[in-house]
């Protein structure tokens, strides 16, 4: 049985895509197998390393002159380009897929944006590490983190001066949603976290007994001198977590409009394994549902995803990493630097008339200096902006510096393969007639691809 077609959206979904080879490769393996087979290439956790040095164990603010400040902004800047590119490069190369896609989720769920890369880069291990683990053992070492204890303010968090921040966001963002709590329930949980703080000397999280309300607390109808443990045990064990979570997994998995029933069906696998991540996402990648047509092409990819998708089918190399941070900050999604505590909305949210304008000549912008060789007879008006667009291609390419390897992705196509099937397999959504039409009329292979690439379609995933 073929099942490419499956395959090819499990990929998309899990993953950042498929190259045709291996889609040839797989495409009798029963959907069983290639879950499997996701997840085998993702059983190894690589840590991003692309920060070394904790520049605040070098702050010393009573020292600092006009010159010391400018040069240690300088290098905060440096560092923060660093991860954004490490980053990038480590989900356009990796065989770990799926975990890089959940590291992806998690880094916009526990959504935090400070000015220290080196705490920013533990958190992403901390989230990459148990990406695929068990969701409670994330949520403790997250409320932990120096990235999330300095983004919600837990550090002024203290005894007769509780700071409600960090309690509100756990409930409202991170587990139960808004609506599953009281505002009681926010002012108590403060009071158990206090003391969960870092040392400014060592960087590292260190519980200060001194600054911790020990006193009774009545927590969710639960009264006693909790900690922060005891708070996240408390919500965990309340189901609702387990729907909020599952509801953000469908929709970042599956379709943006929410189906209750399968909802439940998912938080029912994740409550009662205790909330272990892997079976929850087997059991969706393995649902009927997951497959019919009404869930295949129809989430809009982030910008992320459509960047990295892009390297990854391509083989693109740039001589200048800056560029891939730009077309971030141009498309609204810069790794590291979400909007607010909530992170991008996504969804149809990445869309709107100047980024989808952006969205389709990136595309071209990357694989050919900027021009699509649309076939057939150009109109006046297409003549007079292909010829606009030439005269600026030798711009382009010494601006974008981007080397996509034509070679590699043509020679994994085999000699018999139409440029229908080209496109098709370009594209998660079905073929209309405008594009089969401009396919038909195509040239060569390379052409098929930029013009596909090129079009509304392919920011669909």
């Known amino acids: 049985m073929n099942n490419s077609i499956q395959i090819k959206h499990l990929h998309a979904r899990a993953g950042f895509g498929i190259r045709f080879n291996e889609l040839h490769d797989q495409q009798n393996w029963s ?18 390393a692309a920060i070394d040095e904790n520049i605040d164990l070098r702050f010393k603010p ?12 300088e290098e905060r800047n440096r560092q923060e380009r660093l991860l954004n590119e490490g980053w990038l490069k480590q989900l356009s190369e990796t065989d770990a897929q799926l975990r890089e896609k959940m590291t992806l989720f998690w880094h916009n769920h526990f959504s935090c944006n400070i000015g220290n890369a080196k705490y920013q880069q533990d958190l992403n291990n901390i989230e990459r590490a148990n990406a695929l683990g068990n969701f409670k053992t994330l949520l403790l070492q997250v409320s932990q983190s120096p990235a999330m204890l300095q983004f919600l303010n837990n550090q002024q968090n203290q005894k007769g001066h509780p700071n409600e921040n960090f309690a509100r966001e756990l409930m409202e963002l991170f587990t139960l949603g808004r609506g599953h709590y009281t505002e009681q ?28 309300d020990d006193g009774p607390k009545t927590f969710f109808g639960q009264t006693g001198n909790f900690t922060g443990e005891d708070i996240l045990n408390i919500i965990t064990a309340n189901k609702q977590t387990a729907v909020y979570l599952c509801t953000k997994l469908y929709r970042y998995f599956v379709n943006e409009v929410p189906d209750i029933n ?28 997951f497959y019919e047509d009404k869930n295949r092409g129809n989430l809009i990819k982030s910008p992320v995803e459509l960047l990295v998708g892009l390297n990854r089918q391509f083989y693109i190399t740039y001589q ?17 630097r979400p909007p607010n505590v909530a992170g991008w909305p996504g969804g149809r949210n990445w869309i709107d008339s100047s980024s989808l304008m952006y969205r389709m000549k990136i595309p071209s912008t990357i694989l050919n ?4 060789d649309f076939a057939g007879k150009a109109t006046p008006e297409d003549e007079a902006y292909l010829a606009s667009q030439k005269k600026q291609r030798f711009n382009i390419i010494n601006r974008v510096q981007a080397v996509p390897d034509w070679n590699k992705f043509l020679n994994e196509i085999p000699l018999d393969t139409s440029h229908l099937q080209i496109a098709e397999f370009l594209l998660q959504p079905k073929l209309n007639n405008v594009i089969i039409d401009e396919v038909n009329k195509s040239t060569d292979i390379k052409a098929v691809a930029i013009q596909v690439i090129s079009t509304p379609e392919y920011q669909l995933c």
């Open 31 to 48: 959907v069983k197998k290639a879950v499997k087979k996701l997840f085998e290439a993702s059983e190894k956790t690589e840590p991003l």
């Open 62 to 73: 009573l020292m600092q002159n006009d010159g010391e400040k400018r040069a240690l902004q």
């Open 185 to 212: 329930d926010i002012k108590q949980s403060a009071r158990a976290f206090t003391g969960f703080a870092f040392n400014g000397k060592t960087g590292l999280y260190a519980f200060n007994p001194r600054v911790h």
């Open 262 to 289: 399968h909802i439940n069906q998912m938080a029912d696998v994740f409550y009662k394994a205790d909330y272990e991540i892997k079976p929850v996402l087997e059991y969706m990648f393995l649902s009927d549902w």
């Open 320 to 336: 200048n990493p800056d560029v891939l941070l730009q077309f971030q900050r141009t498309l609204g999604q810069v790794l590291f």
């Open 369 to 372: 200096a900027g021009v699509i």
